[in-house]
């Protein structure tokens, strides 16, 4: 009897164990994107929390800061944190334009550069490759153009793309 509780037990501790939130460091941390134009973000990592949070822009830049089974804890530019299905997410990387007003969009990776376009705070645009000071960035009506990272929210300091 004294055997089959210490299985019981050993069986129930390491069920808990691997069923618990996986805090991520800051080096783990990663950024992904919205898979669909309407994302529900909730309290808890379970569908039976409430929604706090529907996103509506596909692509939108999260950064994943805790794994739970097929959950996601996110942490969106404002700083909102809130639990997504990891389904409703992609690896794909895009970025969120920051900088109020309008953005210059250089053809190469200098201010001195010429001024291809210009991008409002809250487009949102493919990144292509990042080196230590600007980002390439694929646009949606095909323009494909150099950014500060400073103006860019969706990639972690440092962070080299190839």
């Known amino acids: 009897m004294r055997a089959i509780i210490l299985s019981l037990t050993l069986i129930l501790l390491s069920y808990s164990a691997s069923a618990s939130v996986i805090e991520l460091t800051p080096e783990q941390t990663r950024f992904v994107a919205m898979r669909a134009d309407k994302v529900n973000a909730r309290s808890g990592p379970n569908i039976r929390y409430p929604i706090e949070w529907i996103y509506q822009q596909q692509n939108y830049p999260v950064e994943i800061i805790a794994e739970y089974e097929h959950w996601r804890k996110i942490r969106d530019y404002d700083g909102t ?82």
């Open 81 to 162: 944190i809130t639990w997504v299905r990891k389904n409703l997410l992609t690896n794909a990387r895009y970025a969120l334009v920051t900088e109020p007003g309008e953005n210059n969009v250089y053809d190469k990776d200098s201010l001195n550069s010429t001024v291809i376009a210009r991008a409002e705070n809250g487009v949102i645009a493919k990144i292509k490759r990042c080196n230590q000071a600007f980002c390439l960035l694929e646009f949606e009506n095909d323009i494909d153009g150099w950014m500060p990272r400073t103006s860019l929210y969706g990639i972690k300091r440092g962070e080299i793309i190839k």
